[in-house]
């Protein structure tokens, strides 16, 4: 007999996969294997249901076997009501599971408690970015630019920028993509720091680029962003 997250999982898979789905996850998502196809909402509505129960149980039910089975354990954790401790005890052990962009990003953008707590998770991420992992490093950068932009915490990010040396691509679109939104934001704090910093010419080109493929900025300075760019 099946337990009952892997139960669920699988109805919700056979309902919700599609073949065109899954060509176009395996596009965007090299060298992950094992793509259902099931897509993303379904997942989030099947989390939030079993959120509801016994998160742990279910959680701790689920296997690695596919990219949604672990994104849906991603979803878990950020729907989860649970004490702070615990909270951070499971997205430790989440961590090294995962190992593309989207399960990273998407399970970034459900931990929502991070906005309730910025200072808890703010030292949270402290040792976090001396790891070595790539995806660790990702999940780093994109919830300082998902919950930390802001008036409190801009000054604090620049400086936290300049330690990753980390040479994995997903990690320097990542900060690519964090130095763009805060130029968005914050222009003339991220101008200074794009005329000051450690950033290598990749990811400080890049970050340029993303700027001014943003419809947020205006042309004129697009234009001063260009002229910045290194040769």
């Given at each position: 007999?099946?337990?009952?997250?892997?139960?669920?999982?699988?109805?919700?898979?056979?309902?919700?996969?599609?073949?065109?789905?899954?060509?176009?996850?395996?596009?965007?998502?090299?060298?992950?294997?094992?793509?259902?196809?099931?897509?993303?909402?379904?997942?989030?509505?099947?989390?939030?249901?079993?959120?509801?129960?016994?998160?742990?149980?279910?959680?701790?039910?689920?296997?690695?076997?596919?990219?949604?089975?672990?994104?849906?354990?991603?979803?878990?954790?950020?729907?989860?009501?649970?004490?702070?401790?615990?909270?951070?005890?499971?997205?430790?052990?989440?961590?090294?599971?995962?190992?593309?962009?989207?399960?990273?990003?998407?399970?970034?953008?459900?931990?929502?408690?991070?906005?309730?707590?910025?200072?808890e998770f703010w030292?949270?991420?402290?040792?976090?970015?001396?790891?070595?992992?790539?995806?660790?490093?990702?999940?780093?950068?994109?919830?300082?630019?998902?919950?930390?932009?802001?008036?409190?915490?801009?000054?604090?990010?620049?400086?936290?920028?300049?330690?990753?040396?980390?040479?994995?691509?997903?990690?320097?679109?990542?900060?690519?993509?964090?130095?763009?939104?805060?130029?968005?934001?914050?222009?003339?704090?991220?101008?200074?720091?794009?005329?000051?910093?450690?950033?290598?010419?990749?990811?400080?080109?890049?970050?340029?680029?993303?700027?001014?493929?943003?419809?947020s900025v205006s042309?004129?300075?697009?234009?001063?962003?260009?002229?910045?760019?290194?040769?």
């Open positions: 007999m099946k337990a009952p997250c892997t139960e669920r999982y699988a109805r919700c898979c056979e309902r919700t996969a599609v073949s065109h789905r899954l060509l176009l996850d395996s596009s965007l998502l090299p060298g992950t294997e094992n793509i259902l196809g099931v897509r993303l909402p379904a997942l989030r509505r099947l989390a939030k249901r079993l959120a509801k129960e016994n998160w742990l149980q279910n959680l701790n039910l689920c296997t690695q076997d596919s990219f949604e089975e672990i994104m849906l354990q991603g979803f878990l954790i950020g729907y989860a009501k649970a004490p702070l401790p615990v909270i951070f005890d499971q997205i430790t052990q989440f961590l090294p599971r995962i190992n593309n962009w989207s399960v990273c990003d998407s399970f970034c953008i459900t931990l929502k408690i991070a906005a309730q707590y910025p200072s030292d949270f991420f402290q040792p976090l970015l001396n790891s070595q992992e790539e995806f660790t490093l990702r999940f780093v950068l994109v919830m300082l630019l998902d919950y930390y932009i802001n008036d409190e915490y801009i000054d604090s990010l620049f400086p936290l920028f300049d330690r990753i040396t980390h040479q994995g691509y997903y990690v320097k679109m990542a900060l690519a993509w964090a130095i763009s939104m805060c130029y968005v934001r914050f222009p003339a704090q991220t101008t200074l720091y794009l005329h000051n910093n450690r950033l290598d010419d990749f990811t400080y080109n890049k970050s340029l680029q993303k700027i001014t493929e943003s419809h042309a004129e300075s697009k234009q001063i962003i260009r002229s910045m760019k290194r040769n």
